[in-house]
């Protein structure tokens, strides 16, 4: 299989294009990813990448936190590893999928002077680092949300089910996925009162985790944050483990006053997975 190179941040890697010395180490990860009922072999090859890359800036990450060279720096273990991804290149050592699991192998070769050096030039720069930072959060979110579709496709799947075995009893469970999808859209399109109204109207028909959830960031972004509390916690009852209430719940409690219950939601949507928890512990760390 011939080797393929993917650039993450490769726009600051064209900044500090070098070949790497031979005083160099190699970090080599392998990640597993099982196919859910609902993924295809592109979103498989997606999950793996984006996690396997984690795993190798982790590990590089804590390698690099032992270096004096960057400990003088002064800088949290995060920015070692955004800073980091800017910097260095994975390459793809394997691939294999069997319909069910994705099996990738991947290998980042570093020198860590050399990776000092490039992390001081770019702490000194404050835009390249700063796109490194904002790149890496994108990647994050956008898994977080493949992740969350990924859980709303099989809870909709279930529903269809349940249409299909009895149509004339759930004539109301087809209004409410019709309700609910119209709420969706106009709370993304700015439009939470409205979004509020239609998401009524979807709860009354069917009670669902997804929609309590919806409904709450409606509040959430209306500052009403008493009800956002309210519907992500019907939500949680529903489903405990939904990272995204958890946040949100957390969010709101946050703007209450109620900032230790708020923690306390923050590290389980952390635990969870969940990328903007984790950044929020990193701006609060006296309640991690």
Not at 23 to 43: C, H, M, P, Q
Not at 72 to 92: M, R, Y
Not at 169 to 193: C, I, K, M
């Amino acid at each position: 299989m011939n080797l393929r190179i993917f650039t993450y941040g490769a726009f600051i890697c064209l900044l500090f294009a070098a070949p790497l010395p031979a005083r160099s180490a190699d970090f080599i990860e392998v990640y597993n990813y099982r196919a859910g009922e609902n993924d295809s072999k592109l979103t498989c090859r997606t999950v793996s990448l984006i996690e396997v890359k984690r795993l190798l800036l982790e590990k590089i990450g804590t390698y690099l936190e032992t270096r004096t060279s960057v400990k003088n720096f002064q800088i949290t273990s995060d920015e070692v590893v955004a800073l980091t991804a800017g910097i260095v290149k994975t390459e793809i050592l394997g691939e294999e999928w069997n319909g069910e699991s994705y099996r990738l192998t991947a290998r980042i070769e570093v020198d860590p002077d050399d990776v000092a050096e490039k992390i001081d030039q770019m702490r000194n720069s404050k835009e390249p680092a700063e796109n490194v930072r904002r790149l890496a959060e994108v990647n994050e979110t956008s898994l977080e949300r493949m992740r969350d579709m990924q859980e709303e496709m099989e809870r909709i799947q279930s529903n269809l089910l349940r249409v299909n075995q009895d149509l004339s009893a759930n004539e109301g469970l087809l209004n409410s996925w019709e309700l609910l999808e119209d709420g969706v859209s106009l709370r993304q399109g700015g439009r939470s009162r409205e979004a509020i109204d239609v998401l009524n109207r979807a709860l009354t028909h069917n009670p669902t985790a997804i929609g309590y959830h919806e409904r709450g960031k409606a509040y959430l972004e209306l500052g009403m944050y008493q009800k956002a509390v309210e519907d992500f916690s019907a939500a949680l009852e529903m489903e405990p483990n939904q990272r995204g209430s958890l946040f949100g719940r957390g969010k709101a409690k946050w703007k209450l006053g109620f900032k230790q219950s708020a923690a306390e939601d923050m590290k389980k949507a952390a635990a969870l997975g969940q990328g903007q928890a984790k950044r929020w512990l990193n701006q609060h760390p006296k309640f991690k």
